[in-house]
């Protein structure tokens, strides 16, 4: 007894169709375990009075990923499981480190933290202490400024500050002003 080739076709495909959905659910079931495990974490980050804060980061310790407060101090991420930790931080206040656990919603306080501006020197590309410093770091004041009459701060600073030039490009009031600080290769 011979089958025919239609019919072995068609047993071929059916046993072809069962793998590929053995294969699909295969791959399906550990990746929906690994959804499940993720949660939504929301939350309210404000000051020490109670204040919201705006763009405030929070991440996830270790990942990648993270959000910003909106205006209401409000945020949402998603969190891969239980034993996550956040890391709140923002300019001024002292950062927070804190473990999700079976949270869904988190009231956050920062603490401000204050700094004098005597030890810290703010500068183009980050801030040091003034003891770590190398270079040069002049200070003027607004009241020695305010003591000669020019027609621009810029020209009021003029013999000011050591290693600092600064021209008029013309004789015209409110002209451009050319500053140099030690040597041509300046501003």
Do not use: C
Request: hydrophobic fraction near 40%; avoid cysteine.
């Amino acid at each position: 007894m011979k089958s025919s080739p239609k019919k072995t076709n068609f047993l071929f495909s059916m046993i072809h169709w069962r793998r590929l959905k053995l294969l699909w659910i295969a791959l399906l079931l550990p990746a929906s375990s690994l959804l499940a495990q993720q949660k939504i974490v929301n939350g309210t980050v404000t000051s020490e009075t109670g204040e919201p804060l705006q763009g405030v980061s929070v991440q996830l310790k270790n990942a990648g990923t993270g959000a910003f407060t909106d205006k209401n101090g409000k945020f949402s991420i998603v969190v891969p499981d239980n034993a996550a930790i956040l890391v709140v931080s923002f300019i001024g206040y002292q950062a927070k480190e804190l473990p999700v656990k079976n949270s869904t919603a988190l009231n956050i306080k920062l603490q401000s933290e204050a700094k004098t501006m005597n030890d810290v020197v703010v500068i183009g590309y980050g801030s040091v202490k003034r003891n770590d410093l190398t270079g040069s770091v002049s200070t003027i004041k607004g009241a020695d400024l305010n003591r000669q009459k020019a027609p621009s701060f810029l020209e009021a600073m003029q013999g000011k500050v050591a290693g600092v030039q600064i021209t008029s490009q013309s004789g015209e009031p409110g002209a451009g002003v050319a500053i140099n600080i030690r040597g041509s290769n300046s501003l």
